[in-house]
């Protein structure tokens, strides 16, 4: 008897795990700053100028919803987030970068300068089910209401568009093209199902390996042949069983492209795609080297060769954080009536990877998560699509704009802060040369 339904996963796990977060968030307090950011005045105008933007904002972050565009296609949404500058008094370059769909706009001046990152693009199928039209526009508000009073507070704020953080790596392609050279911070924000002031996000490579055997008739003279599929179902194989020995925060998950195109016919080639995923820089390149033993041990295992391809896209690196930056997001989410979360309250193996990670590797970087949907809705998913077009997702526009104008002037104007965010930063080990490190 044939069942064509799959077998509907266990949800008591899942159940488990909200429940238990539901106790842990009850109880937990959000980060405090010892800096007091900018003045009262500034602080003020700021969030007269975010709440004028308002609807501006959260017509636009409706309008990219209903319209998603692919990673390096953004061409409407990058246009639309443009015509909202504009409208508001300032002048974008749309096309930085190297990457058409790139955007920058900034305040006249000199001093510190921080940029406020806007992403835009969609996934396939599921148009904005990360929720980059609240991405977006929270930095457009960001901008906006921090632009203010920039020069005033002895700095600079700008808006970068970065394209296709959904596989596309558009941080690190600006990044070597030297878009952020003149960049001393970077603040943005990522929509979730829950408010959490500091969240990892684990570093990503992608491996492609492609097999190479000898094709033969597989009943006639299987003996001449040289079993590629063989080969790539060792190496799958070999993952699955390393996975025992992984540490919990790192993740690999593969599929086959090509396993040959008959049964009668032993393949000649045979292809898997996998992601690597892991916590921190080091440990990502200690799996990566060791994925790299299972596809050499697979090969010569079945006579076949081997073909290693890394990276067809940028490698992304984990975040690294800035408790000081987190701290003044958290007192200025806190007006708001959020409750941003600390670490360790919701469950840290409920993330993904993300391009701001490279960044965060160069510069001080804040990535706070903002609640727009229920505590069990996941990302890329259809639920979190829905969510992120509905009224919540309106709220967290408004909410997440004014708090990343505040955390910008708040850089700007109060030295000392700026002080404990770089020294921060340099204490975790400083600059890192990203294009280099996985060489």
């Given at each position: 008897?044939?069942?064509?339904?799959?077998?509907?996963?266990?949800?008591?796990?899942?159940?488990?795990?909200?429940?238990?977060?539901?106790?842990?968030?009850?109880?937990?307090?959000?980060?405090?700053?010892?800096?007091?950011?900018?003045?009262?005045?500034?602080?003020?105008?700021?969030?007269?100028?975010?709440?004028?933007?308002?609807?501006?904002?959260?017509?636009?972050?409706?309008?990219?919803?209903?319209?998603?565009?692919?990673?390096?296609?953004?061409?409407?949404?990058?246009?639309?987030?443009?015509?909202?500058?504009?409208?508001?008094?300032?002048?974008?370059?749309?096309?930085?970068?190297?990457?058409?769909?790139?955007?920058?706009?900034?305040?006249?001046?000199?001093?510190p300068h921080i940029a406020v990152l806007a992403e835009y693009d969609a996934l396939p199928g599921l148009g904005h089910a990360c929720g980059h039209n609240i991405i977006c526009t929270t930095a457009a508000g960001g901008f906006l209401g921090a632009a203010t009073v920039a020069e005033r507070l002895g700095g600079r704020v700008s808006l970068i568009g970065t394209p296709a953080e959904e596989g596309g790596g558009g941080k690190e392609i600006l990044a070597r093209a030297g878009v952020f050279d003149d960049v001393d911070a970077v603040i943005m924000l990522h929509p979730f199902s829950h408010d959490v002031a500091l969240h990892p996000f684990l570093g990503r490579r992608q491996l492609e390996m492609v097999f190479h055997g000898v094709g033969a008739h597989a009943s006639a003279q299987p003996f001449m042949g040289r079993n590629a599929l063989d080969a790539a179902v060792a190496a799958y194989q070999g993952v699955s069983a390393l996975r025992q020995q992984l540490p919990?925060?790192?993740?690999?998950?593969?599929?086959?492209?090509?396993?040959?195109?008959?049964?009668?016919?032993?393949?000649?080639?045979?292809?898997?795609?996998?992601?690597?995923?892991?916590?921190?820089?080091?440990?990502?390149?200690?799996?990566?080297?060791?994925?790299?033993?299972?596809?050499?041990?697979a090969a010569a295992m079945t006579g076949c060769g081997v073909e290693l391809?890394?990276?067809?896209?940028?490698?992304?690196?984990?975040?690294?954080?800035?408790?000081?930056?987190?701290?003044?997001?958290?007192?200025?989410?806190?007006?708001?009536?959020?409750?941003?979360?600390?670490?360790?309250?919701?469950?840290?193996?409920?993330?993904?990877?993300?391009?701001?990670?490279?960044?965060?590797?160069?510069?001080?970087?804040?990535?706070?998560?903002?609640?727009?949907?229920?505590?069990?809705?996941?990302?890329?998913?259809?639920?979190?699509?829905?969510?992120?077009?509905?009224?919540?997702?309106?709220?967290?526009v408004r909410d997440g704009a004014l708090g990343l104008a505040l955390t910008a002037a708040d850089y700007l104007g109060d030295a000392e802060l700026r002080k404990a965010v770089h020294d921060e930063f340099e204490a975790a080990g400083g600059a890192l040369d990203v294009p280099s490190f996985f060489a």
């Open positions: 008897m044939t069942h064509a339904e799959p077998v509907p996963p266990d949800d008591s796990y899942l159940r488990s795990l909200v429940e238990a977060t539901a106790d842990a968030v009850a109880a937990a307090e959000p980060l405090s700053s010892p800096h007091t950011g900018a003045d009262e005045a500034a602080r003020a105008e700021v969030t007269a100028a975010v709440e004028r933007s308002s609807p501006d904002l959260v017509a636009l972050s409706q309008d990219l919803h209903a319209h998603p565009e692919e990673g390096f296609a953004e061409h409407r949404s990058v246009r639309a987030l443009a015509d909202l500058l504009e409208r508001h008094g300032h002048e974008p370059t749309v096309g930085v970068g190297g990457l058409d769909t790139a955007l920058r706009v900034s305040t006249p001046g000199t001093g919990q925060s790192d993740r690999v998950h593969g599929v086959f492209t090509d396993g040959g195109a008959r049964p009668n016919v032993i393949p000649a080639r045979a292809a898997l795609l996998f992601y690597l995923r892991s916590q921190h820089p080091e440990t990502l390149r200690d799996l990566a080297a060791r994925m790299t033993s299972i596809a050499e041990g391809t890394w990276d067809a896209q940028a490698a992304y690196l984990p975040i690294r954080f800035n408790t000081a930056l987190a701290a003044r997001w958290s007192v200025n989410q806190v007006i708001t009536g959020r409750k941003p979360l600390p670490p360790g309250i919701v469950p840290e193996s409920l993330t993904g990877s993300t391009d701001l990670g490279n960044l965060s590797y160069r510069m001080p970087a804040l990535h706070p998560m903002l609640a727009v949907s229920g505590p069990a809705v996941a990302l890329h998913t259809k639920e979190f699509a829905a969510a992120a077009g509905s009224a919540t997702g309106d709220a967290g």
